[in-house]
């Protein structure tokens, strides 16, 4: 089964702190990966999106990288900072899935940095 | 560039109704695809429309369907609202359904008393 896991589920931090956070998938026949930031109640803004023959993806103080062989994708935040708080998600296009635009998410990471 | 818009924002209803909500997605886009949120389940795939045809369906009842106008724009349908419909319903859209970006609408609030 495909799946797309995010680990852990929360997490806190203080202001300043560079913070990696991971996005594990199960099947390494990606199409491409996406990471994504929710607001409480709000949709989703897409932050960056990695193809599957690209290693990394930067924008502004996000980075983030793509390793299909061993099924994981890191999102590098530099120099947190207090309205990064929110809820961050990375979500998988496999190639099975055809000339279609699905995506499997993981739950999620909430974010939390102290000022 | 104006992006994905969805209406109604928030909506109450109760079981046995159906409700219809609205995604316009960004101006040149012809994939728009949809997703249900709760808090258990997280984000999952309910069905994608290209030109006007649905190319995916995720395992969701029949009580819901879609369809896409030749503006681009789409319409789901929830029939016979259960309890557990309740939920933040997202529309996302790319300008080809394979490699693009896509982007998301801000939500329907789905509340279901």
């Known amino acids: 089964k495909q799946e797309v896991t995010q680990i852990p589920a929360a997490l806190s931090v203080p202001e300043g702190e560079n913070l990696v956070l991971n996005c594990s998938f199960t099947d390494s026949a990606i199409y491409n990966l996406q990471w994504f930031r929710q607001d409480p109640g709000k949709g989703l803004t897409s932050l960056l999106l990695?193809?599957?023959?690209?290693r990394e993806q930067t924008s502004g103080r996000l980075n983030a990288s793509l390793d299909k062989s061993s099924g994981r994708s890191t999102l590098y935040i530099a120099a947190s900072q207090p309205g990064d708080s929110a809820t961050y998600l990375c979500a998988v296009k496999w190639t099975n899935t055809g000339a279609n635009s699905k995506l499997t998410f993981g739950k999620g990471i909430t974010l939390s940095v102290r000022p | 560039k104006a992006g994905v818009t969805q209406t109604p924002r928030y909506l109450i209803k109760t079981r046995g109704q159906q409700v219809t909500l609205s995604c316009s997605p960004i101006?040149?886009?012809?994939?728009v695809s949809w997703y249900q949120q709760t808090p258990g389940q997280g984000l999952q795939f309910l069905f994608e429309y290209f030109s006007e045809t649905q190319r995916n369906k995720g395992n969701f009842p029949g009580r819901f369907s879609g369809r896409q106008f030749s503006n681009s724009r789409s319409e789901m349908n929830v029939s016979t609202l259960e309890l557990g419909d309740s939920a933040l319903y997202l529309c996302a859209s790319s300008f080809l359904a394979q490699d693009n970006e896509q982007f998301f609408g801000p939500g329907t609030r789905l509340t279901v008393l």
């Open positions: 990695i193809q599957s023959s690209q």
């Open positions: 101006s040149g886009h012809r994939s």
